[in-house]
């Protein structure tokens, strides 16, 4: 029996409902939901027929486009979870995935085949848009029957498989099932006016956890999507004018980038048809919020809180937003949250605590890492990603620090112990601490601070060039500093929240 709670199901249901109806924006090229079902069940077909077996995982890399959408739809019709690849992960990054996951195979676009560089022999098969890194998609695609292979699937089977970095630095892969996805889409629809013939822009890129699901749910809510490609503040106001867009995901660096590029959106666009504005992936500074709410007179302005592996957790709805700017709010649909100590008890109001969920969107395990997903689950089936959060009196929550040390840099969550491996290998560097520091434009940004060995001289411009070369280049350093010692408690750990304090206020010896 199948799932009734599926990722296919609003793609089949307005495939038949409305075919005609326009679902995807993606340049010239306009996608009906006639068409958005049928190519989905071609590429489904096609699958199977190559071999791939339900349950079996395929890789997809990719910007934003139209076929992410209908790749999506085919893979649930077919019963074949998928693996999204960050699009600035590096090859390093990517063999770990692809081996960790056991893929199949899979469909890429072409111009990102340099982060696959040397992994495509070992895959069974290689689909790519243009045909120059692998089989032709499109003449795959219309091998297909198109006919929905109607593969039975559970609502608890995973839909997709993210990846995301660990404390430990190695990436995990998050299993996130249909009910959850499908529970996320109603959730959106209801609270960001998603739904029959509402209009958005996939903005946020696709193969990020909320960036798919925010966009993924105007066609399976039978609404319209137009896809911005790559990110461009002007060119995303001259879609949300031109496209008559409704309701808009953003992150905060979004945000500030438009402000730097237009300082009154309102007055250079038509953006009369604009009702609301989501933010997600980071903290919203105040005085950013305050000026989104006075550069979008009338827009319903959100400000949520969630993580890959839990989903949307809070939502601050418009009511609120000036008057509890900082805070992300209240528990979301069907959520519950606790904010516990060390001891695992329950925080009085103003008192910080580690932020547990639990709903039924809830991931299901990390893959291959019992441990993990053991470590994730307190006794009640509540769910830590390590945020540390406050609840007042009226019971607003805001995330005040993170138990482990992430960065979130532009909506990526970047951990830094990878990238302090890699500066460890560099032969004149004795120790190294990787923090993240306040940065105006992408929230916070990669800083380094690095002694090095009394026997050896080290070039900072050397030090860079080989971190380069080993780590994905937005886990790069912006900025290095060479001090005397790093701080360190009676046990020997690096004290990483004294050195924040301390070096806040300094210039790099090298920025970048």
């Known amino acids: 029996m199948g799932a009734q709670l599926h990722m296919a199901g609003g793609i089949r249901e307005f495939g038949r409902a409305v075919p005609d109806r326009v679902a995807l924006v993606d340049g010239d090229r306009s996608v009906t939901f006639g068409a958005l079902d049928r190519r989905s069940n071609q590429l489904a077909s096609a699958m199977l027929a190559r071999g791939v077996r339900p349950g079996e995982r395929v890789a997809v890399l990719s910007n934003n486009r139209a076929e992410f959408f209908e790749i999506a739809a085919a893979m649930a019709k077919a019963g074949i979870p998928t693996v999204p690849l960050n699009t600035r992960n590096n090859a390093a990054d990517n063999a770990y995935i692809l081996g960790h996951a056991g893929v199949r195979g899979i469909i890429l676009a072409d111009e990102l085949a340099a982060n696959v560089d040397g992994l495509l022999d070992d895959l069974p098969f290689v689909l790519s848009f243009g045909g120059e890194a692998g089989e032709r998609y499109e003449t795959f695609l219309e091998s297909g029957r198109p006919v929905d292979p109607a593969v039975p699937v559970s609502e608890l089977d995973p839909f997709c498989v993210t990846y995301t970095s660990g404390t430990t630095g190695r990436p995990k892969g998050v299993l996130l099932h249909h009910r959850g996805r499908v529970l996320t889409i109603f959730g959106i629809g209801l609270d960001y006016g998603l739904g029959p013939g509402r209009r958005t822009i996939a903005v946020a890129p696709m193969y990020h956890g909320a960036g798919f699901a925010f966009a993924y749910a105007a066609p399976w809510l039978g609404g319209n999507c137009s896809v911005l490609r790559s990110w461009d503040p002007e060119a995303l106001l001259a879609m949300m004018e031109s496209s008559r867009a409704e309701t808009v995901f953003l992150v905060p660096t979004h945000a500030a980038q438009i402000r730097r590029v237009c300082e009154e959106p309102m007055a250079r666009y038509d953006l009369s048809a604009l009702k609301t504005l989501y933010f997600n992936a980071a903290a919203l500074p105040v005085a950013l919020k305050e000026w989104v709410v006075a550069a979008f007179p009338g827009v319903e302005v959100h400000e949520l809180y969630g993580s890959t592996e839990c989903s949307v957790v809070t939502n601050l709805r418009p009511e609120f937003a000036l008057a509890k700017a900082g805070s992300v709010g209240h528990p979301w649909f069907m959520n519950e949250v606790r904010l516990k100590d060390d001891d695992g008890n329950e925080v009085a109001p103003g008192e910080p605590g580690e932020l547990f969920a639990r709903s039924p969107m809830l991931l299901g395990g990390y893959l291959e890492d019992e441990d ?55 032969p004149p560097v004795h120790e190294v601490a990787v923090v993240g520091l306040p940065d105006e434009v992408y929230g916070e940004r990669v800083v380094a601070f690095v002694v090095s060995r009394p026997d050896q001289v080290l070039d900072v411009a050397d030090l860079d060039a080989y971190v380069r070369a080993h780590v994905a280049r937005y886990k790069v350093p912006r900025e290095w500093h060479v001090v005397d010692a790093l701080p360190r408690n009676p046990s020997g750990k690096v004290l990483k929240r004294e050195i924040r304090e301390k070096f806040r206020p300094l210039k790099g010896d090298m920025q970048l």
């Not at 009226?394 to 532009?410: H, L, N, P, Q």
């Open 372 to 426: 993990a997903t053991r470590a994730g689950f307190d006794d009640d089936g509540f769910f830590s990603v390590g945020d540390i959060a406050v609840r007042d009196e009226e019971g607003f929550i805001s995330i005040v620090d993170r138990k482990t040390d992430m960065i979130i840099a532009g909506g990526v969550n970047i951990f830094p112990r990878e990238i302090e491996e890699a500066i460890a290998r560099h």
